[in-house]
């Protein structure tokens, strides 16, 4: 009785307080629509998150929002000799809204960096659920086709051509990825996500009106490239914003929202299904990717740049702000957050020092980290998960399902993958990073075998018989098991480690490099799946399960555990000098924490520590 009243009242206070609300429509729609947009967004997100979450009836200030001017955000800076300060004539700023700090401060910056992946997987699933539905085929492919065919996979669609309508996205994401390591050390983090959503947003209205299957295809070779940009820049840009000790965490929300929006597609697919005959049941997927690319777009206006990219470019007070906004209320004072600014500062000192890293020297110099950077992506993809999302609704039409069934059964299959992430939240700092890649490897391999065994078994029977159906609903368990495995393990380990492992003067090359690899990957399993699979059926998913067992041995053989450190103390797992033999509390005394904010701070110099004072250390 007293849970269900005060449950009403808090009900009641949100209803009436959204009523106060409206003062802002009218204030806010007389400035520039981007900016006002996601200030009031933020507001009332905020708001009704303290009232839902702390369930208490605070009193709230309705004084006018006025942002202070507060540069936080690097949009030029050019600088061409390794180790040299960037004047302040090669740098511009724009004012950034200094909406809160704290904890909501880094939900939503994590939250920008989430929704590009969620616009990461959308991308990546729209498409499969559209090549099961018969306007879009005939619209881009000519053929005129029914649910039967559909089902019995007689669509006289040339296995070739499709594949290409699929793989030209992944191809154009590995160029993107690869440039994006020049926009991300330049213009910043937050403004290669700026870049990535409009290509994105770009994309997307080419592809709801595009004529002809040629456009589409450009249409979708564009949205590559903003999907490049966005899977390679975003997990940097978690990584630098997360706490060290739950750097894991925010990686597996990251991954979670990729995976939401693989769901969403899905699920979109599905509902736009019932539309049918009607053109918008393609036309709508499109027009919900853009409305997720222009809401990612407007929210980069209002949140900052990593203290990290920062303090690396000679902002050091700052970046100083930043941090303590994330993770101290914007206390400079906080002792963790000296620790911290004093542990990248030392670090870049030392960076600096050594001048960019080039190319070569990923190779060279950072082997290692190059080689898990690579090898995790290669094996997150030939491990089998987008052999199986692209053309999951096709496959299990071919098994025996209707097709409006298959989308149903896609949809669930994504919120079982969704589901497998969870886990991963709360136990991958705790148990490590090898425990989960190692045991998913094994487990993955087990369903690929039961996966394969049951396709043999339903090709080899009569169509339309109930033995069919059983074997059909045999492999919609057995995907489901392996896609919860794979969300749990190598969904999320890949991106967290490609971002952890290499040091901050060579992390967006590092990045770039691991990312490029994962697309590189991703377009030769979209290409060869249809005719592969076409051709040996069943034993597609032997084969993948060849690569679950290599990737698990080799992880154990290779990859060190990287979990328990900051960003800075990694470098001692690989031997790094900035790590190892430095003493810490002389590094700390010789870095003095800025009390006031300039415009500017030259942090090239001595080399130093990435070690200091790790008890009250928070990034």
């Known amino acids: 009785m007293a849970r269900g009243f005060r449950s009403c009242a808090v009900s009641v206070s949100i209803f009436l307080r959204c009523l106060v609300y409206l003062p802002f429509v009218f204030e806010l729609a007389a400035t520039r629509f981007a900016r006002s947009a996601m200030t009031f967004i933020w507001l009332v997100v905020t708001r009704i998150f303290d009232e839902v979450n702390c369930f208490t009836f605070t009193e709230w200030s309705l004084e006018p929002f006025v942002p202070p001017i507060n ?153 590559g490239l903003g999907v490049g940009i966005l899977s390679m820049t975003v997990p940097i840009l978690q990584c630098e914003i997360a706490p060290g000790h739950a750097r894991g965490l925010f990686i597996s929300i990251e991954y979670i929202c990729l995976n939401t929006g693989y769901a969403l597609s899905t699920w979109v697919g599905y509902g736009f299904f019932f539309t049918l005959p009607s053109e918008i049941s393609w036309e709508g997927p499109y027009i919900i990717q853009a409305v997720l690319a222009l809401i990612l777009f407007l929210w980069t206006f209002v949140l900052p740049e990593t203290p990290r990219f920062l303090i690396k470019n000679g902002f050091t007070n700052e970046g100083l702000r930043v941090l303590a906004d994330l993770h101290s209320n914007g206390d400079i004072e906080d002792p963790g957050v000296q620790a911290t600014f004093a542990e990248i500062v030392a670090t870049v000192k030392y960076e600096t020092s050594m001048g960019e890293a080039s190319w070569g ?136 480690l490609g971002a952890e492992i290499f040091p901050l003067r060579a992390r967006a090359k590092g990045m770039a490099l691991s990312t490029t690899s994962n697309w590189l990957c991703n377009f030769i399993i979209a290409f060869i799946t249809p005719p592969l699979f076409s051709a040996i059926k069943g034993g597609y998913y032997f084969l993948l399960l060849g690569f679950c067992v290599v990737s698990g041995v080799f992880v154990w053989a290779v990859y060190p555990e990287t979990a328990h450190k900051t960003l800075e103390e990694l470098g001692s797992v690989f031997g790094d000098q900035t790590s190892v033999d430095v003493d810490e509390k002389t590094i700390a005394s010789q870095l003095e924490v800025p009390k006031e904010a300039d415009t500017r701070s030259e942090i090239s110099g001595t080399s130093g520590s990435s070690s200091v004072v790790k008890e009250a250390s928070i990034v």
């Open 71 to 223: 540069p936080s955000h690097l949009i030029v800076a050019y600088n061409d000799e390794p180790g040299r300060p960037i004047p302040q004539a090669e740098v511009v700023y724009t004012p950034l809204p200094k909406m809160d700090v704290g904890r909501r401060l880094l939900i939503a910056s994590s939250a920008l960096a989430s929704l590009g992946d969620a616009m990461f997987g959308y991308g990546q699933g729209v498409i499969a659920a559209l090549q099961v539905q018969p306007p879009f085929i005939k619209r881009f492919f000519g053929k005129t086709v029914t649910m039967d065919q559909i089902q019995a996979g007689d669509t006289g669609v040339d296995p070739y051509v499709q594949a290409i309508t699929v793989a030209c996205l992944n191809i154009t994401a590995l160029i993107a990825a690869f440039g994006a390591a020049y926009i991300c050390d330049i213009l910043g983090r937050r403004m290669s996500v700026r870049i990535g959503a409009l290509i994105y947003l770009v994309a997307a209205f080419i592809q709801i009106f595009a004529p002809t299957l040629a456009v589409l295809i450009v249409g979708r070779s564009i949205q």
């Open 361 to 496: 020297q990923l190779f060279k110099q950072y082997t290692r980290r190059t080689v898990m950077g690579i090898t995790c992506q290669v094996f997150a993809q030939f491990n089998g998960i987008n052999a199986i999302l692209y053309f999951l609704p096709e496959n299990l039409s071919r098994g025996g399902f209707t097709t409006q069934r298959a989308l149903l059964y896609s949809g669930v299959s994504a919120l079982v993958y969704c589901a497998g992430t969870i886990p991963t939240m709360f136990w991958i700092d705790k148990w490590g990073r090898r425990v989960f890649l190692i045991t998913g490897s094994f487990a993955m391999a087990a369903f690929l075998g039961v996966l394969g065994g049951l396709q043999f078994y339903v090709d080899s029977l009569q169509p339309g018989s109930a033995l069919v159906m059983r074997g059909a609903d045999g492999i919609f368990v057995a995907v489901c098991l392996y896609l919860f495995f794979y969300g749990a393990t190598w969904g999320p380990g890949p991106w967290l």
